[in-house]
């Protein structure tokens, strides 16, 4: 292996001589402490590293020794409800050896070496196996963790066989490799996939505004940007809760330490309602707070598409929130400039569009690789969060996201001060997997659940106008007809849209319950409008009892929303008869 | 430890020293000046033959001929003891109250390190601090860092003692009453401001039960670099290593960026925006992130840092990155100022983020999620309404919108209002609210649980019921206490002389009674500022 010397140290980024022959992006152990770098300039004998740990108290002088491999993560049984930092470093293991602070140049393997799991193979000796294939299962929490042959292997099983091992035990050889159940993969390598499918199915979230209004496909990506204290954070940890996926790597990257408590504390007890089993046995955490070293938030994010494109090989469906890659970008631009390269816009590096498009291009719905598998197909869905400075999109992380995800939801600090939850602006959000999703929702939710969608979003739109009037010359200006519009948005707005996320049944709706109660409120729009015609004062028709009872039945339970909205619907029908 | 004579430049804060082979990177530097005075430095860069050092006070007075710099091979460390209570500190870390020098227990690192988040534990324990607006529309909770966001002139100052000096472990989740230890930051404020501070803290005896360092606007700006480090340092080896209930003031943050931006600016860096080094946030992180508890230690560090937003910007560089590492913030408003509102708390931005934790049946009250919600919706509705009534007078508002409107004027003169010595507890506060919110009519009050209205609201709908408040022990000190405490503005602090010896009596009922080492020393605390 190459090994040099530090010649210059200066925050994150050091530089180091005599290390010709090294690779870029190799991974490399800085001065007597063994910290963790990766090289990323070459020049000549020099080279630049940037340290995922702190690098006070080196010294010119120390030696730089490399490792002749990139920057990789550790694949296999153990990886769930893990929590890590950037470089995927086991964090109750840190703790174990260096206290409740995290020390400098600790050495843990990520993945347990100790455990044993109970191997059991699916394909028989002497048969045939080659890169992606299924080789056996091991059973972590109630999921099946699908060994699949590594990269770069191909020929004839010998020498599987049931049994416990640890991950780095031999279970059997291909081609004459040995194969353990653990592999290795380096980060910023995509992981190869057969072939990329087409979206369908959306991702269910349970949040009304995000299903009905601004669906997100799986295998989708998704920007949630707005201004500190517009929710972002809530929001990630809802979808992380409640999404219908298999599994989800939670990427708390640049953020505050208490909300990695909060998502440590209250997922270990919150149960997922499909397997009923605690939500951290689905969950993968990389946690790597705003106080923890610069580079290492630079890494978080490719450290946790890499895992969740590991168990989207496997075939299941995989959702990633990344928290924030606002702070990601940052960290990228800290690096760069520490390396005095050319700023771009705002002094991020000319190359922070290409980064990010690169990300969210690992999201995707696929067919996994592997011999004759045509019916295994994974999917990596990808929301990240964006934290534009003042809440202003036009800056460049906001702008190179929107060019490639394709919804947007947007936040709205003007929501979120009169405490509408979710603080999601109806007008200025969108999603452009609502052709594709179209066929989907006819479907499975109703026929008419696109038509219905369309007028909630043309009276939110008209209520948009005519509150520009109101502005003007105050509401009792308007004809009853357009009074009768601002009273129904203000219903889609605040028995509809509204959604409390503390709220035990409120929290989550299903797509039969949003699509009642929006059915039920436009069903009283339009009886109304009808009454209105009839010269009916707009004052009596808003006596109506049945506005009190749609108002509750967002705290209605799942079960009994159907008969509710069909006893309203009936109501109605029958008030306005008279 | 090396000494160096080879100066080779002084640029502004740092100098270039030429020779130097192995410094390490953060190392602790003294430079001797030609005249023999010591300061202290730390090197920024280092590289085989030099290294860049900045030095934490003024360079005037250093040569490039004779002036010599020690390479010490520590890095900076702060001496730590429980006799730090009632001691003041320059915002280097030099005992300047006259007391005898600090016998260290321990020298700690003051770059500290991050609380693994594996470690961390749930903040969820509510800090009752007598004001309405933040204990129930913003909890504090323990280990929360929540920031006042300022404007020059506003009464930030007097917010921030009003919350030392209220500021308790009530409610039911924690364990009885239990004080606070006040560690107190000052970078760059004025004389008149800090002795501000300190008066008040001498007058209620917080003195005895806090630490304080203090850099004041005339004091060397790099030196407001280690201030804030220094202080959490303190606070972190109180909270953890004694089991102490630590309150984190420091003030003002926006000088603190300002002395970074100086010091990048002299290193010619990349400069971000408004002149503010890229790096801001990751540096702002370090320094707001040190809050917390940790599982199996009873000590929390709970920060209210103050920035003064330039010109009231909220999305100027320094508010707008402590808003993304804080957890909510506390806004203050000059419009509420100039009615004369105090404390001028603006609800609509305000936003504590950890309130969920730390309120509900076995904390607070079960109806308080509900209460604190719909205030803020109907408040902010009234608000938007104000602004119709401007363009279309309030006749032409119906008579809905019209109770909107009168409850958003008697939230602000009764539920924001409160007296500089009012401590309303959290029940108090609730049904205040409760109080006010029977004006609106009850179709709309939608954010409340049925079950909730029943239970607190509708003995205040039915009649005139009266809650009958607690007398809270400090609104003794309103009758008692001096006036200038009341008058606004403390630019009379400044001209009074001895300000912080003078009435020690006054306030010393409270606290005075728990014994604490060091405060033999409290009574002495005549700044003296003689730096070697």
Known sequence: MVQGVLSRISGPVVQATGMRGSQINELVKVGEMQLLGEIIALKGERASIQVYEDTSGLRPGEKVEGTGAPLSVELGPGLLSGVFDGIQRPLAAIREESGDFIARGVQVPSLDRKAKWQFNPSVKNGSHAETGDVLGTVQEFNIEHRIMAPAGVKGKVEGIQSGKFTITHAICKIGGKEVTLMQKWPVRLPRPVREKKHFEPPLVTGKRIMDTFFPLAKGGAAAIPGPFGSGKTVNQTDLAKYSDTEMVVYVGCGERGNEMTEVLETFPRLVDPKTGKPLMQRTVLIANTSNMPVAAREASIYTGITIAEYFRDMGYDVAVMADSTSRWAEAMREISGRMEEMPGEEGYPAYLGKKLAEFYERAGRVWCLGSGSHNRSGSVTVVGAVSPPGGDLSEPVSQSTLRVTKVFWALDSALSRRRHYPAINWLKSYSLYLGELREWYEKNVSPEFYELRGQAMALLQKEAELQNIVQLIGPDALPDKERLVLEATKMIREDFLQQNSYDEVDAYSTLRKQYWMLKTVLHFHSKANSALALEVPLAKILESPSRQKIAVLKRTVDKDVEGKCRAIIHELDGEFAK | ?532
């Open chain 2, 1 to 532: 430890m090396k000494e160096f004579q080879t100066v080779k430049e002084i640029f502004g804060p740092i100098i270039y020293v030429e020779g130097v082979q192995d410094a390490a990177y953060n190392e602790l530097v003294q430079v001797i000046a030609p005249n023999g005075e010591k300061r202290q430095g730390q090197v920024l860069e280092t590289s085989a033959g030099m290294a860049a050092v900045q030095v934490f006070g003024p360079t005037t007075g250093l040569d490039t001929k004779e002036t010599r710099v020690r390479f010490t091979g520590e890095s900076l460390r702060l001496p730590v003891s429980d006799e730090m209570l009632g001691r003041v500190f320059s915002g280097a870390g030099v005992p300047i109250d006259k007391g005898p020098a600090l016998i260290a227990e321990e020298k700690l690192d003051i770059n500290g390190s991050a609380i693994n988040p594996v470690a961390r534990a749930e903040p969820r324990d509510f800090i009752q601090t007598g004001i309405s607006t933040i204990d129930a529309l913003n909890t504090l909770v323990r280990g929360q860092k929540l920031p006042l966001f300022s404007g020059s002139g506003l009464p930030h100052n007097e917010l921030a003692v009003q919350i030392a000096r209220q500021a308790s472990v009530a409610g039911k989740g924690g364990g009885g009453k239990e004080d606070f230890v006040v560690v107190f930051g000052a970078m760059g404020i004025t004389h008149a401001e800090a002795s501000f501070f300190m008066q008040d803290f001498e007058k209620t005896g917080a003195l005895e039960r806090a630490v304080l360092f203090l850099n004041l606007a005339n004091d060397p700006s790099i030196e407001r670099m280690i201030t804030p480090r220094l202080a959490l340092t303190a606070a972190e080896y109180l909270a953890f290593e004694r089991d102490m209930q630590v309150l984190v003031i420091l003030t003002d943050m926006t000088n603190y960026a300002d002395s970074l931006r100086e010091l990048a600016a002299a290193r010619q860096e990349v400069p971000g925006r408004r002149g503010y080094p890229g790096y801001l946030y990751t540096d702002l992180a370090n320094i707001y992130e040190r809050a917390g508890g940790i599982h199996g230690k009873k000590g929390t560090v709970t920060q209210l840092p103050i920035l003064t937003m330039p010109d009231d910007d909220i999305t100027h560089p320094i508010p707008d990155l402590t808003g993304y590492i804080t957890e909510g913030q506390i806004v203050l408003s000059r419009e509420l100022h100039r009615k004369g509102i105090y404390p001028p708390v603006d609800a609509l931005p305000s936003l504590s983020r950890l309130m969920n934790l730390g309120i509900g049946a076995e904390r607070t009250r079960e109806d308080h999620g509900g209460v604190s919600s719909q205030l803020y919706a109907s408040y902010a509705e009234g608000r938007d309404l104000r602004s119709l009534v401007a363009v279309v007078g309030e006749e032409a508002l119906s008579e809905r919108d019209r109770k909107f409107l009168a409850f958003a004027n008697a939230f602000e003169q009764k539920f924001v209002t409160q007296g500089r010595y009012e401590n309303r507890d959290i029940e108090d506060s609730l049904e205040l609210g409760w109080e006010l919110l029977a004006s609106i009519p009850e179709g709309e009050l939608k954010r409340v649980k049925p079950e909730h209205l029943e239970k607190y609201g509708m003995k205040y709908r039915q009649g005139n019921y009266v809650h009958k408040r607690k007398t809270a022990d400090e609104t003794l000190h309103a009758k008692h206490g001096r006036k200038e405490h009341e008058s606004s503005g403390h630019a009379q602090h400044g001209t009074e002389k001895h300000s912080w010896e003078s009435d020690k009596t006054a306030g010393r009922k409270t606290q005075a009674g728990q014994k604490h080492p060091g405060k033999k020393i409290a009574a002495r605390t005549k700044i003296t500022r003689k730096r070697k």
